[in-house]
C-alpha cells in the first residue's frame, strides 16, 4: 500500500514537472493578464457598447434604444465638454511642467549635502502619502474665505484675493485646484529626479567641468540627458495622472464656480454616478480615453523617437 | 604645455585622516612622470589635486609660476584621463571629444577639423558616429585619450588609465601612450599602481606611500626609474620597485681590521663587505641588506654563501626564478614597528634569477652566491639608504 503510494507519486511528479517547467512564463504572467482583462479590457469594451445605446438608469435599468453615435455628439455639444477639456489640459500641462521644474529644482539642491539634508528628504515625500481626498479637505480649510491660513497669508502680502473666496472665483479657482496638485506631487519630482541623479557617476561630470563646461551645460548636456528615461516616464505618468484629476475638485469645488474648474474626470463622475447617464458617460469615456492616449502616444513617439531600448 | 610645482601640499580629512602630506616636486614642461604607490598613498588624490577637483588644506600648486591652488578646474586648462574612462554615454564618439572645444565656443569646422585629426591619430575614424556603449575597451580608452588630445591643455592627467584593459591590451596601449606623448610634448602627470607601468612609462617616477601623520612625507623618492632601481633611497623604494622584489636579510657588521665582514643573522653565513665610510659608521650594529634577485651568481659548493634546497622554481623560459628558505628573521618594510620577538625568529624565503640551464631539480640543493659590490644597505630603525 505504502509502497504503490510512493510510486504513483513518482511517475506522477516528472509530467506535472514538465508542464509547470514549459508553461512557467505563461503561469506567472497570468495572474496580471487576467486583472487586466477583468478590470480594464472588460469595461472599456462594456462602455464602448452602452456609448451606442439610450440608457440611463434612472429612466430604467436596462438600455432602452440604440442611437448609434448621438451620445457622442451629445457629449462634444454639452455645454460643459469643451471647458472640462481645456481645464484639464491647462491643469495637466502647467501641473506637470511646474512639478517637474520645481522637482529638479529641489533635486539639484538635495545633491548639494548641505546639512540637514536627510531630514529635508524624509519630509519631503509626506505630501506625496496622503490621500488626495485628504489633501483637498486640508486646503478646503487653508482656501476658507473667513480664517484659512492662505487667504490670510495672501492678504498680510498684499496680494489681492477675491472677496468670494480663492475657490469661490472663477479667476482662482482653477489656479487653486493646480495649487493643490502642485503642493503634492513636486516632492514625488523632486526625489524619484533626486535617485536618478545621483545615478550620474561623478567622473562624467568632473570630466565635464574639465572640459570647462558651465554649470548650466552639465546640466542640460549631461545630467538631464542620462536621466532622461526615467525623466520622460514619470512626466508621462503624471500627465495621465493630473489628466484624470477627479478627488481634488470633488472636496474642493465641485467643478465651480459655473464650469471654471470642472474637468473632464469631474465630468465623467457626474453624468455617471449623479446622473446615471450610463450612455452618455461611456461615450465621454471613451472621448476621454482616446484623447489621453493620442497626447501620450504622440509623447513617447518623440521622447523615444532616437531611443535604443 | 606648462611645468607643475607641488610644493608642500598636504590633505587632511575632517575626520581626521591623513591622505597626503609634505609632498613637493616639479614636473618640468613636457615632462612624463608617474605617480606610483600602493593603494591609499595618496596618488590619486594628488592628481585630483592636480585638476582641482579637490581642494587641499596646505602647500600650493603651481603652473607655470602662477598659483592655481584655489583655481576652478574649468580655468586650469588641463585634461585628464580617467581610469573607467568617464565618456559621456549619450553622446557619439565625435561628440565626446568636440564637447570641450565646444565650451571654448570655438568654430565648428576648426573643431570638426581637431576632432578628425586626433581621430586619426588615434586610429579612431571609423568609429566617430558611435556610442562608447558599442564600443570595446581599448577604443573606449582611445576615446577618453582623444577627448584629452583634442584641446592641446597645458597638462594631462591620467588616472590608471590602462588599468581597465586586459594584458596584452595593457601592454600595447603602454607602448602607444609612450609614443604619444613624445610626439605631442604635453607635461603628464600619471598615476598607476602597477611598478611595471611606472618604471616603463615615465621620464621620472615619484614613489608615493600612505603617511600616518602630517609630519611624515608620501613622497620617497622621486627619479629616474633606472636610478631609482639602482639607487633606492630607502627600504620602502627598495621593495616596491623591481619584480620580483628585492630580498631583504638582516645582518651584523663587525669590524675586521680596516674592512667590514657581514652575518647574516640567524646563520653563519658571512661575507667581506666593499669598504665604505658610511658603512664603517655602523660597525658592531646590525643592518639590512638587500639582494635583488639578479644579483644571486649560481657557483661551485665551495664558493657558495647560500646552499639551500629549492622547493620551487618558475620558469619563464628566459629566466628562472627559484625561492628558497633561511633560518633568518624576516624583513618588512614597516620594520621599525615590528615586535622585537618577530625580528629574531621565523624564516626568510629569498628568490634568486638564475639561467634556465642551472634550474634544479625540486628541493636539490643549488649553491648561489652574491656580487657583493652591489648590494644595498639600509639601516634597520629608519630604513634609509646606507650610502656614502
Known sequence: MHATTIRSQRALAPVRRGFVRRNLPYLLIAPSVIML???????????????????????????????????????LNAFDFRAALTNTLILSVLGTAIEFGLGLTIALVLLKALPGMNVVRALLILPT??????????????????????????????????????LGSPTTALAAILFVDIWQWTPFFAIVLYASLLSVPDEIIEAARLDRASAWTILMRIKLPLIRRTATIIVMLRFMQIFNTFDTVLVLTRGGPGTSTRTLGYSLYEQGLVNFNVGLVSAQTWITVLIVNIIVALYVFFAFRNEEW | MASMTFDGIGKTYPDGTVAVANVSFTVADGEFVVLVGPSGCGKSTLLRMAAGLELLNSGRLLMDDQDVTN????????????????????????????????????????????????????????????????????????????????????????DEPLSNLDAKLRVQMRAELKLLNQRLGVTTLYVTHDQVEAMTMGDRVAVLKPVGNDG?????????????????????????????????????????????????????????????????????RQVIAGIRPEMFLVCSEAEALFNEPIPVAEALGADTFVFFDIASPPVTVSDAEEPEEFRRKGTNRLVARIPPVATPAPNQRLPLTVDLQKLHWFDPLTGAAIRD
Not at chain 2, 559621456?88 to 571629444?97: A, D, I, L
Not at chain 2, 626609474?225 to 630580498?247: C, E, K, T
Open chain 2, 216 to 284: 611624515e612625507s608620501n613622497l620617497q623618492q622621486i627619479d629616474t626609474p633606472q636610478r631609482l632601481y639602482d639607487r633606492p633611497a630607502n627600504l620602502f623604494v627598495a621593495g616596491f620597485i623591481g619584480s620580483p622584489a628585492m630580498n631583504f636579510v638582516r645582518a651584523e657588521l663587525q669590524a675586521d681590521g680596516a674592512s667590514l665582514r657581514a652575518t647574516i643573522a640567524g646563520t653563519g653565513i658571512t661575507f667581506p663587505v666593499p669598504a665604505s665610510a658610511a658603512l664603517s659608521a655602523y660597525a658592531g
Open chain 1, 129 to 166: 502619502t496622503i490621500a488626495p481626498i485628504v489633501v483637498g479637505f486640508l486646503f478646503r480649510y487653508l482656501y476658507d474665505p473667513g480664517g484659512g491660513l492662505l487667504t490670510w497669508v495672501l492678504q498680510s502680502l498684499w496680494l489681492p484675493v477675491p472677496a468670494e473666496g480663492i
Open chain 2, 71 to 158: 583655481t576652478e578646474p574649468q580655468d586650469r586648462d588641463i585634461a585628464m584621463v580617467f581610469q573607467n574612462y568617464a565618456l559621456y554615454p549619450h553622446m557619439t564618439v565625435y561628440e565626446n571629444m568636440a564637447f570641450g572645444l565646444q565650451q571654448r565656443k570655438m568654430p565648428k569646422d576648426k573643431i570638426e577639423k581637431l576632432v578628425r585629426d586626433a581621430a586619426e591619430m588615434l586610429d579612431l575614424t571609423k568609429y566617430l558616429h558611435r556610442k562608447p556603449g558599442a564600443l570595446s575597451g581599448g577604443q573606449r580608452q582611445r576615446v577618453a585619450m582623444g577627448r584629452a588630445i583634442v584641446r592641446h591643455p597645458m597638462a594631462f592627467l591620467m
Open chain 1, 37 to 75: 482583462l477583468a478590470l480594464i479590457a472588460y469595461p472599456l469594451l462594456f462602455a464602448l457598447r452602452s456609448s451606442f445605446y439610450f440608457w440611463n438608469l434612472q429612466v430604467g435599468p436596462e438600455p432602452m434604444a440604440f442611437v448609434g453615435l448621438d451620445n457622442y455628439v451629445q457629449a
